[in-house]
T-cell receptor, first 121, second 106 residues
Framework: GAVVSQHPSWVICKSGTSVKIECRSL??????MFWYRQFPKQSLMLMAT?????????EQGVEKDKFLINHASLTLSTLTVTSAHPEDSSFYIC?????????????????FGPGTRLTVL | GIQVEQSPPDLILQEGANSTLRCNFS?????LQWFHQNPWGQLINLFY???GTKQNGRLSATTVATERYSLLYISSSQTTDSGVYFC????????FGTGTSLTVIP
């Protein structure tokens, strides 16, 4: 149990276009989802926290108009990189926290998606 | 935020050797998890261990919450253990450590 999927797993786009990344919790309900980015050989940096039915909370330095987050249901959150530029190229990873410790998890335990590698040309 | 330091940053082991990875954190937390990031970037949950000791096969972990550290033990290492190991702690949000890059050579 406690599986999180991401789609797409990789994407290449032209500068100026927008890219949407989906994060789904497959076998549990996630009231909270998190979005991270990871540069090569670095750790994960939290970008934003997404709560179902409410606006996302962005970390300092993350442009909310550039990285649009929608958490429309208990199993789906999306991250849209708008007007992407080469410096947005990165590995984006989502995670989900179980609403009530279901699917064999403990409350507060986070489960991570496989990541999306974005390359902007 | 909470500072999370991992040591060593890099580790090279001969296959079959044992190792200990350490995670120090700067404040009290209600969650601590260890992950293995494979070469494709996937984060694999190893342990959810805010306190106490757990074992899973060749891996075990101990967290001493009062002293703000956690240890991950890898015994009889295999080449498939190679990758980056992260610990992450949280109260309301996750703070990731800098990682330990492990290379196991045959």
């Amino acid at each position: 149990g406690a599986v999180v999927s991401q789609h797409p797993s990789w994407v290449i786009c032209k500068s100026g276009t927008s890219v949407k990344i989906e994060c789904r919790s497959l076998d549990f309900q996630a009231t909270t989802m998190f979005w991270y980015r990871q540069f090569p050989k670095q750790s994960l940096m939290l970008m934003a926290t997404s709560n179902e039915g409410s606006k996302a909370t962005y970390e300092q330095g993350v442009e909310k108009d550039k990285f649009l987050i929608n958490h429309a249901s208990l199993t789906l959150s999306t991250l849209t990189v708008t007007s992407a530029h080469p410096e947005d190229s990165s590995f984006y990873i989502c995670s989900a926290r179980s609403a009530g410790g279901g699917a064999g998890s403990s409350y507060n335990e986070q489960f991570f998606g496989p990541g999306t590698r974005l390359t902007v040309l | 935020g909470i500072q999370v330091e991992q040591s060593p940053p890099d580790l090279i082991l001969q296959e079959g050797a044992n190792s200990t990875l350490r995670c120090n954190f700067s404040d009290s937390v209600n969650n601590l998890q260890w992950f293995h990031q494979n070469p494709w970037g996937q984060l694999i949950n190893l342990f959810y261990i805010p306190s106490g000791t757990k074992q899973n096969g060749r891996l075990s972990a101990t967290t001493v919450a009062t002293e703000r550290y956690s240890l991950l033990y890898i015994s009889s290492s295999q080449t498939t253990d190679s990758g980056v190991y992260f610990c992450a702690v949280s109260r309301n949000q996750f703070y990731f450590g800098t990682g330990t890059s492990l290379t196991v050579i045959p």
